[in-house]
């Protein structure tokens, strides 16, 4: 009789032995993978970002913002203080030089000006009246030596009949000495008038130049009282657009203080904020341009504030020729601020590789696009645009420019598609 023999099941046999082999398989391709001396990674191209290299004109700089301002601006601040009477203009106004704008009142200066005004025409007076004195004195001196000079004449003559007459003895010594001491006495008398009408001459000389410039003191003063009257109405110191008048009539102005300001409209200038980190790469005269209503406006830097507040400084750029039409004050622009000239370089565009090998280096596409390999490279300058390399790239290569934050540090990328 037959005996009935049962099949043995291999079928664990042949799993063992199949995860065997395919261990066996992975431990030698694990193997040959590190004798390569290469560590690998698998990248799907549909996640990264390239860009070729090439050789192109190159120019530093930064973006900054800018805010359109007046070329100008005046402020108007209270030469004296007073009362508002009167209010001539609203803000907001377009005013020129010259045009009234408040009406003050103050008692104090408008008396001060005619207390003034009555000392100055008392001293007008006063200097005429010495002004007669002296001329007085001076006719009276000239009348009192014509008369000495006509007796003299007549005690000359006198004296020389006399002296005939002694000759002749008509007369006595006695009688001629004593006409002979008159006249001697009367010419020094007249010696002492010329002198004294000298001396009064000079003297009023001197005196009408002091009463001259003490009344010239006086009507300055007066002038500038005149002035600080005049100042009571406050008038726009140039033509433009008037702002920040927010006083009302009746209100209180102290003297000093800031009531409004003109914005002369006629150009404009930018007002730029730039990091502190430039701040020894800007200087006067440096150049800059911007984009409005799709054309392109050069600027140049005209004044730096040295003054570095919250991380950052402040320029002023103005217009290098025409100004755009339809720009407004207040208005924000993007200013493209030149931190060098334009001159050739090889470049690439900017990407997030950079954060993660700090521009170290970079994944190189081979020839046929299959796998990126490693490579060093030195970078330089730097735009918003573009990065220079300065060594290690070649134009025409195709590098990896997007990050590198998953790839950690294998030396190749195996591009899949």
């Known amino acids: 009789m037959d005996v009935i023999i ?13 995860v065997l082999a395919i261990a066996l398989i992975g431990w030698i391709s694990v193997s040959f993978y590190k004798a390569s001396g ?18 192109d004109v190159f120019q530093e700089f930064i973006p900054v913002t800018g805010i359109v301002q007046p070329i100008k601006t005046v402020i108007i ?34 008396m001060n000006f005619l207390n003034q005004e009555g000392n100055i ?15 007085q004195q001076s006719l009276n001196l000239k009348e009192t030596a014509l008369d000495a000079e006509f007796r003299m004449r007549l005690l000359k003559r006198r004296m020389n009949r006399e002296k005939a007459l002694l000759e002749d003895n008509a007369i006595s010594r006695v009688a001629f000495e004593d006409t002979q001491d008159e006249y001697n006495a009367l010419v020094k008398r007249n010696q002492l008038l010329k002198q004294s009408i000298q001396k009064d001459s000079l003297s009023s000389i001197i005196q009408a130049q002091q009463m001259e410039n003490s009344l010239d003191l006086m009507k300055r003063n007066l002038e500038m009282s005149k002035k600080n009257l005049d100042n ?50 800007v ?11 799709n054309e392109t406006y ?64 970079v994944y190189i596409l081979n020839e046929d696009g299959s796998k990126a390999i490693k490579r060093d490279i030195r970078i330089g300058r730097q735009n918003p645009n573009y990065y220079e390399v300065l060594e290690g790239l070649n134009p025409g290569e195709v590098i990896i420019t997007s990050s590198y934050e998953n790839y950690g540090d294998k030396d190749e990328l195996l591009l899949l598609e």
């Open 38 to 55: 290469k560590s690998k990674l698998n990248v799907q191209t549909a996640r990264i970002l390239t860009d070729t290299i090439r050789q």
């Open 6 to 18: 049962e099949k043995k099941n291999n079928k664990p046999k042949k799993v063992i032995i199949g």
């Open 298 to 361: 050069n600027l140049r830097i005209s004044k730096i504030y040295p003054q570095v507040a919250n991380g950052g400084f402040e320029v002023d750029m103005k217009f290098v020729s025409k100004v755009p039409t339809g720009i407004r004050r207040g208005q924000t622009v993007t200013v493209k601020l030149q931190l060098s000239a334009e001159q050739q370089a090889t470049l690439v565009k900017r990407g997030g590789f950079y954060q993660s090998t700090g521009g170290n280096w």
């Open 121 to 135: 025409m008392a001293q007008i007076n006063q200097v005429r009246n010495l002004t007669v004195m002296s001329e």
């Open 283 to 293: 200087f006067p005269d440096q150049e800059g341009s911007f984009t409005f209503a």
């Open 232 to 281: 009571l109405i406050v008038k726009a110191p140039i033509s433009g657009q008037l702002s920040g008048l927010s006083v009302e009539v009746g209100e209180l102005i102290p003297e000093g203080a800031q009531i409004a300001q003109i914005d002369d409209l006629s150009n404009f200038k930018i007002r730029v904020r730039i990091d502190e980190f430039y701040i020894s790469r």
């Open 77 to 110: 601040a209270a030469v004296e203080g007073g009362r508002i009477e009167e209010k001539l203009v609203e803000d907001g106004a377009t005013v020129t030089a010259g045009t009234p704008i408040l009406k003050l009142s103050n008692s104090d200066l408008q």
